[in-house]
């Protein structure tokens, strides 16, 4: 898989655990129960480990994530049966096809796209 895909993989996942802590329902009572954990503070923590691997992307792809985060919340999506799974349109296999060659975007959704194995 290219290197900046799985760094982009690493960030979403950190993103939606972010996103999760401070905005899901009961999330944040029952992590600060048995825990013992601030979410506050876990999503300060979780949000500049995400600043410190964004330096890390190309960047333009830092500048797709930037605005593509806060709006499609997952922005990294698999392509399965030639279906992009962020907006379930068809997309040519060719496009994901060599994952060396750099990131590919869905051109409907604008999505980074990968195969997954
Ligand atoms: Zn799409």
């Known amino acids: 898989m ?3 895909l799985m760094l982009l993989l690493e960030i979403q ?3 939606l655990q972010k996103t ?3 905005e899901e329902p009961g999330f944040d009572s029952v ?3 048995h825990f013992n954990i601030d979410p ?3 999503a ?3 949000d500049e480990k995400i600043e410190e691997l964004k330096e890390g992307l190309d960047p333009a792809i830092q500048l797709r994530c930037e605005r ?3 709006t499609l919340g997952r922005m990294v999506v698999p392509v399965i049966g030639g279906v992009c799974y962020g ?3 068809s997309i040519p296999t060719s496009r994901v096809g060599d994952q060396n060659q750099g990131v590919e975007t869905c051109e409907s959704c604008g999505r980074f796209i990968y195969a997954p194995r």
């Open 13 to 15: 996942d950190l993103y």
């Open 68 to 70: 593509g985060f806060p």
């Open 87 to 89: 907006c379930f349109v």
């Open 20 to 22: 999760a802590l401070l």
């Open 2 to 4: 290219n290197p900046q």
């Open 31 to 33: 992590q600060e129960k």
């Open 40 to 42: 506050r503070t876990a």
């Open 44 to 46: 300060e923590a979780l």
